[in-house]
């Protein structure tokens, strides 16, 4: 074979394994793309849970307010014992929130919670400095 064939021929294997390289890589970061996305969909079900939990609480919480405006006494406890639960709900939210923030590679705002980019300064949404 001539020596300029096979000198071609060696370009274009080397080009298409380059080029599988590059398949291959994409296939992975595709991958664990569609894997954080699968990930950050469970986390905004159980956020979802947790804020319909959240407001069940206050509803009951407004419930106890308004009975004790009617003149109903609440039991001694019962403000405590809902307030505790809604400040668990809460970290609950906020802890679930995070996760998502960090699988999405993104700052929320301190301000309004709304998720920012790594690299903003300040928030698209309320424009609260970073």
Partial sequence: MDDKVKALLERVKGTANYAA??????????????GQMVDVAKLNVQLFD????????LRQLGQV???????????????TKLLGQAD???GKIAEL????SDLKQAQSCPACGVPCGKGDKFCRA?????
């Fill in 50 to 57: 947790l804020n319909g939990e959240y407001n069940d609480i």
């Fill in 88 to 90: 668990e709900k809460m």
């Fill in 126 to 130: 309320c424009g609260t400095q970073l």
């Fill in 65 to 79: 307010m308004y009975n004790t405006h009617k003149g109903e006494v609440p039991e001694s406890d019962e403000v």
């Fill in 97 to 100: 929130k995070g996760r998502i």
């Fill in 21 to 34: 390289d590059a398949a291959a890589d994409g296939a992975r970061a595709a991958g664990k793309k569609a």
